[in-house]
């Protein structure tokens, strides 16, 4: 599930935490042995590890016994908490764009397992895989969780927009709490089928998106690109720190997390940066100002928004961070480039 950064927003495991505080358990001791209180799970900048992640969910479906922890709520499901895979997704023109880019760039979104499309007649079918980014067996209670949490949150994703699948399949038996299925999808169910899968009319990719906007989506979609190659390049470090900072979402990786990722020592990648005339700090700062650049001059998203998508919790550091780099305030650069957007879009 964490192929970008090991790690997750702790606003993922809410859900889960509703689930087991409804079964009537009290999950505080849980939560504590993980590092964690319910007060960090509704911070949007607070992250853990995969395997703090794991364990959690662990101990709420085996010790408490409550299987239910997949299903999403559609108050905590927010792409933004993906960054700008999240942004992409959310600005794209209608649902088939929308859901071409979330299958394209599924790691960059998170998603617990891998995805495919294929057009059947007059019906496309989601079929859900393995699970991913999980060492060894995966064991059928984190199987259920990753497919309960991938296909709930497409059921969300369409309810947005007032649309309902016709089918939903499992590729296991009947569950327990075979309740919570038919509440969160609402349609005909079947299980012990061949694949995992969601089927819907292929006539709901043309539906639009309220929150469509090309120039947003163009600036998404390219620095998801940028971030995929930047990654996978072994020839620039500074790239390919570059690329990391990109597609994290709405936090920053730490030298030490950074250093993890790259296969390195913090010394290792420290000194490299040196002889290279930079450092850790500076690269992160100029990608950062690059990307809020680009959104303050060729999209309308607010200046909250662009400094949660570039890693500041607070807008006041973002705009003095801004403001130092650029010599003028952020709304001050924007109002200086707005008549080259608007000359482009008349065009």
């Keep these: 599930m964490f192929r970008v950064w090991n790690r997750a927003p702790a606003v993922y495991l809410l859900d889960p935490l509703y689930r087991v505080e409804a079964a009537g358990h009290d999950a505080a001791d849980i939560l504590r042995r993980h590092g964690l209180t319910r007060a960090a799970l509704h911070d949007a900048g607070h992250y853990v590890s995969a395997e703090e992640f794991y364990g959690v969910i662990a101990a709420f479906v085996l010790e408490l016994g409550v ?24 600005t794209a023109a209608d649902i088939g764009e929308s859901l071409a880019f979330s299958i394209e760039y ?6 617990p397992v891998k995805i495919t499309q294929s057009i059947v007649g007059a019906s496309c079918h989601l079929i859900y895989g393995e699970v991913v980014a999980y060492a060894g067996k995966v064991p059928d209670w984190l199987r259920g969780w990753a497919v309960e ?12 927009v007032h649309l309902q699948p016709t089918r939903v399949a499992f590729d296991y038996p009947v569950p327990e709490h075979l309740g919570c299925y038919r509440e969160a999808f609402e349609c005909p169910l079947e299980f012990d089928a ?9 006539r709901y990719l043309e539906v639009p998106q309220t929150t469509a906007n090309p120039l947003a989506f163009t600036i998404a979609r390219r620095q998801c690109e940028e971030s995929i190659i930047k990654s996978f390049s ?8 570059q690329g990391r900072v990109l597609s994290s979402t709405g936090v920053v990786p730490t030298v030490g997390e950074m250093a993890l990722v790259l296969g390195v020592s913090v010394r290792t990648l420290q000194r490299r940066l040196h002889h290279r005339g930079t450092s850790y700090r500076e690269v992160v700062v100029q990608a950062r100002h690059r990307l809020a650049c680009e959104l303050l001059s060729e999209t309308h998203m607010s200046v909250k928004e662009i400094a949660y998508l ?3 919790s607070e807008v ?18 924007r109002a200086a480039t707005k008549a080259p957007l608007e000359s482009r879009l008349e065009k």
């Design 67 to 90: 299987k239910e922890v997949g299903f999403v709520q559609p108050e905590n499901m927010h792409l933004l908490n993906s960054g700008m895979a999240g942004l992409a997704a959310m």
């Design 194 to 202: 061949p694949v995992c899968e969601i089927e819907f009319p292929q």
């Design 106 to 111: 599924q790691d960059l979104l998170a998603v």
């Design 310 to 312: 570039t890693g500041y």
């Design 316 to 333: 006041a550091n973002f705009s003095a961070a801004f403001k130092a780099l650029a010599g003028q305030s952020p709304m001050a650069f």
């Design 149 to 160: 949490t991938a296909m709930s949150s497409f059921v969300v994703f369409l309810r947005n």
């Design 234 to 241: 072994h020839n620039d470090l500074v790239e390919r720190i």
